[in-house]
Structures are given as C-alpha cells and as structure tokens.
C-alpha cells in the first residue's frame, strides 16, 4: 500500500491530542463489507498509527469487527455500517450519540473539545436521513469543532 498521500498532510489547523502535543491522526476508509479488507485494516493502521478510525460498511461477524484487537475502543451505529475505533489507548472518548446511520464521540484534545462523526447512507435508502442524524448532533453543539467521515451515496 503507497502510503507516501498521508505525508505531509496539511490540515487547517493542527489538533494534539490531550497527553501529548502530537497532532490527532484520523484515518477514514470504507471497507466495502469485505471481510479482507476488514481484515488488513491492523496492519493498515500499524502503518500509519491513527488515534482514530473512522469506518464505514466494515464487515462484521456476530456483532463485532473480526480482526480489530480487542484493546481498541470501538463504538457503532445502530445498523453497523458505520463505526468509529480508538487504537490509540490515551484517548478517553465520551459517546455523543448511536443514530442508526451514524455514530457521534467527543474527544477533549490539548486546546478544545472536539465531535467526530462516522456516517454512512446506502444507496438504496434516502440520503437525508442520515443527514438528518447528522444536522441533529451538529446543532446541539454550537460553536463546537467536529470532524465528519461519511459515505453519503444518493441516486439521482
């Protein structure tokens, strides 16, 4: 895998996590609900080492991730096709909210609180539902940093 596009990034500003002055590395992918993909996304991660994942259509067996280690946190929507995962063991994330297209949590970094959202809206339903649940956590924090993965499909 070219890892070379996640180097360098330059982000508006740059967010440290609350025990260190690192910036919070957040990685988005959406796995295709393939097991393999599922599967690779360890040793994805203990490549480029994010604080957070945001995942969505990961593949899931008897109500979990097969494959992710079971020191990560993981949290999901209601319908599993979206999921955020902590492999970072210094982040203490608090749930916001488990819609059924989207799951919200709030992580204090070293300057502000921050919301980061995963959302996903299959093609085969109406888009402004999970758009909805999105509007929803976003307008009861005004004035808050959030960060949003999603895989919004639509047909037109």
Do not use: C
């Amino acid at each position: 895998m070219d890892n070379s596009i996640f180097e360098n990034t330059q982000f508006p500003y740059n967010i440290a996590t609350e025990s260190s002055n690192e910036p919070l590395k957040i990685l988005q992918i959406n796995l295709a609900r393939a097991k393999a993909a599922t599967n690779q996304l360890q040793e994805i991660a203990s490549t480029i080492k994010p604080d957070v994942i945001l995942v969505q259509e990961q593949y899931i067996n008897n109500n979990r991730i097969p494959g992710i280690p079971q020191t990560w946190k993981t949290f999901s929507s209601s319908n599993q096709k979206a999921a955020i995962l902590i492999p970072s063991p210094k982040l203490k994330p608090v749930l916001l909210a488990t819609k059924v297209n989207m799951v919200a949590l709030k992580i204090q970094t070293s300057s502000f609180p921050i919301t980061i959202i995963s959302a996903y809206s299959s093609p085969a339903q109406d888009v402004h539902t999970t758009l909805q649940e999105i509007q929803e956590i976003i307008s009861s924090l005004p004035e808050e940093k959030i960060i949003i993965g999603a895989d919004l499909n639509q047909w037109t």
